[in-house]
């Protein structure tokens, strides 16, 4: 495992139920500073759910995770001047080439972080 002060984003164990459905289970990642966290797969895998317990939107039922060496159900409204979450509902519109609409994310980013787009 690498070391948890140099990651971005530590995920050790992360597990999530609701009720009798385990949405994440025991998820353990690390993604280092520079790196862009992309999370792909099937309905209900479990990507939706990640991001709202490294956000603190949901509280895990095991495992801990940090951004930014915050532990995530220690965020509060500053640690967000530094953190970019583009939703599963953001649209890119029909027109856009993938390119294009990064670049125009990009403007959503906390100063001071940079995003590099190539096509």
Request: aromatic share 8%; hydrophobic share 40%.
């Amino acid at each position: 495992m690498t070391d948890p002060i140099l990651s971005t984003v530590r995920i050790r164990n992360l597990t999530k139920r609701f009720r009798h459905v385990t949405a994440l289970d025991h998820l353990d990642l690390d993604v280092q500073p520079g790196e862009v966290l992309a999370l792909l797969g099937a309905n209900g895998s479990g990507k939706s759910t990640t991001f709202r317990l490294l956000l603190n939107i949901y509280r895990p039922t095991e495992g801990e995770a940090s951004l930014l060496g915050t532990p995530c159900t220690q965020l509060d409204g500053q640690a967000f001047d530094k953190i970019c979450y583009i939703s599963e509902s953001q649209k890119m519109p029909k027109w856009m080439r993938v390119d294009e609409f990064l670049s125009y994310c990009a403007g959503f980013i906390p100063t001071g972080m940079k995003l590099s787009v190539s096509a």
